[in-house]
């Protein structure tokens, strides 16, 4: 008989290894732990492991809300391929489905590689409806001229834009939360379904275990007193950076920052010898989309936004 039961530490080495397996990450069980310990207590979530009769680990599968707010809640189920057919996936989303219509969620939402046909197939099979697309895109640093693009730079500059990393503006109490309220500002403008920032104290809590965090990777439009625009990256185990959030406060728009910020945000990764900068953007978010083509960003692969309704 399958084994379904909430996961323990002692099983995140297999959760993570099956993780690192069909993903190609790196992740460790201490950074997996990490991020469970700091998760927030009103950011409710489940983690369970699916065992078949004879011992084997099956597979796992995490059920959560990923804004504190909305009470939206993300799913994900992972099955060793030795062990597909046998029901575990089956029996993991039920259980997780059952978590989270016990606590008020009126769908699971979850996102699948779009070459992830058979999976696909199954979330389809299960109820799962397909709702948009996410393109990752990368940027090869190698050889990248900004003449092209600098006058954007110029443009803000002369118009009284400082560029500066938060590293340079100093991460003190004071400004580490007034760039957790500029990124909570920003967030809302992002297209379709995106991780929402978590609240300042288990941010503050992750970022201080996080490898990924540097506020040299944080870089700032400054109009006066003003931070008006950023743009932030999370650094990478293979030495690239991923852009966790680009945008320009509401109230700065229509002076061309847009632009500005993101060339900059090139120029100071190409300065840092980074190899390569990754990005995800929503199929709809065009005016994104076009700006990264121009300066030379290519799609990699297109993740399938879907959601099961309870």
């Given at each position: 008989m399958l084994i379904i039961r909430p996961a323990h530490e002692t099983d995140y080495e297999q959760i993570v290894a099956l993780f690192n397996a069909q993903t190609g990450s790196n992740m460790s069980a201490d950074r997996y732990a990490a991020d469970a310990r700091n998760r927030p207590a009103d950011m409710d979530a489940v983690r369970v492991v699916a065992h078949l009769p004879d011992g084997r680990f099956a597979g796992y599968g995490f059920a959560g809300v990923d804004d504190e707010v909305e009470r939206n809640f993300t799913v994900t189920v992972r099955v060793d391929e030795a062990c597909r057919g046998l029901g575990a996936g089956t029996g993991l989303l039920r259980a997780l489905a059952n978590w989270a219509r016990a606590r008020g969620a009126a769908r699971l939402e979850a996102t699948l590689n779009q070459r992830q046909a058979e999976q696909l197939g199954w979330a389809a099979r299960r109820g799962f409806v397909t709702e948009g697309l996410v393109t990752r895109s990368e940027l090869k640093l190698a050889g990248w001229?900004?003449?092209?693009?600098?006058?954007?730079?110029?443009?803000?500059?002369?118009?009284?834009?400082?560029?500066?990393?938060?590293?340079?503006?100093?991460?003190?109490?004071?400004?580490?939360?007034?760039?957790?309220?500029?990124?909570?500002?920003?967030?809302?403008?992002?297209?379709?379904?995106?991780?929402?920032?978590?609240?300042?104290?288990?941010?503050?809590?992750?970022?201080?275990?996080?490898?990924?965090?540097?506020?040299?990777?944080?870089?700032?439009?400054?109009?006066?007193?003003?931070?008006?625009?950023?743009?932030?990256?999370?650094?990478?185990?293979?030495?690239?950076?991923?852009?966790?959030?680009?945008?320009?406060?509401?109230?700065?728009?229509?002076?061309?920052?847009?632009?500005?910020?993101?060339?900059?945000?090139?120029?100071?990764?190409?300065?840092?010898?980074?190899?390569?900068?990754?990005?995800?953007?929503?199929?709809?978010?065009?005016?994104?989309?076009?700006?990264?083509?121009?300066?030379?960003?290519?799609?990699?692969?297109?993740?399938?936004?879907?959601?099961?309704?309870?």
């Open positions: 001229q900004p003449d092209s693009f600098i006058s954007a730079v110029t443009a803000a500059e002369e118009g009284g834009i400082r560029f500066t990393t938060l590293a340079e503006a100093g991460a003190t109490e004071e400004n580490l939360r007034r760039f957790h309220g500029l990124c909570k500002d920003l967030e809302h403008d992002v297209p379709g379904r995106a991780p929402k920032f978590p609240p300042y104290e288990a941010w503050r809590a992750h970022i201080e275990t996080d490898p990924s965090w540097d506020p040299a990777c944080v870089l700032l439009a400054v109009d006066g007193a003003e931070w008006v625009a950023l743009s932030f990256f999370e650094k990478q185990s293979d030495g690239s950076w991923y852009t966790r959030i680009t945008g320009v406060h509401p109230a700065h728009r229509g002076r061309g920052l847009g632009t500005a910020i993101k060339v900059a945000a090139v120029r100071l990764a190409h300065a840092s010898d980074v190899p390569y900068i990754s990005t995800y953007n929503h199929n709809v978010n065009a005016a994104m989309v076009a700006i990264n083509r121009q300066l030379g960003y290519e799609a990699v692969h297109t993740l399938v936004q879907i959601h099961l309704p309870l």
